[in-house]
Nanobody, 125 residues
């Protein structure tokens, strides 16, 4: 079983930046494709970004492309989401997710095997 713990959320003004981190337990982190999803109140959980297990491929939702960057440090079992030029519509709970077995990136919620508890990001106008 893998445990994922997000951190780095908070309140920021529009145009500001935040960096989210997700620390994973266990020894198989380097075999997991990792992703970030988010869920705003009253809305479905939506894909934000993903990074392949070897860091060689990244994938972004159109709404964050050019503003957000996903990266990983396999030596520290951690994945990051750098969020710049934040907008009020980025306000949501952000979740980290892991997909096992050296898989490709995916934007589908159902293809991920492990989830963190989420961290709140609030962007004020």
């Amino acid at each position: 079983q893998v445990q994922l713990v997000e951190s780095g959320g908070g309140l920021v003004q529009a145009g500001g930046s935040l960096r989210l981190s997700c620390a994973a337990s266990g020894r198989s982190f380097s075999s997991y494709t990792m992703a970030w999803f988010r869920q705003a109140p009253g809305k479905e959980r939506e894909f934000v970004a993903a990074i392949r297990w070897n860091g060689g491929t990244t994938h972004y939702a159109d709404s964050v492309k050019g503003r957000f960057t996903i990266s990983r440090d396999n030596a520290k079992n951690t994945v990051f989401l750098q969020m710049n030029s934040l907008k009020p519509e980025d306000t949501a709970v952000y979740y980290c997710a892991a997909r096992r077995y050296y898989s490709d990136t995916s934007s589908s919620y159902s293809t991920y095997d492990y989830w963190g508890q989420g961290t709140q990001v609030t962007v004020s106008s």
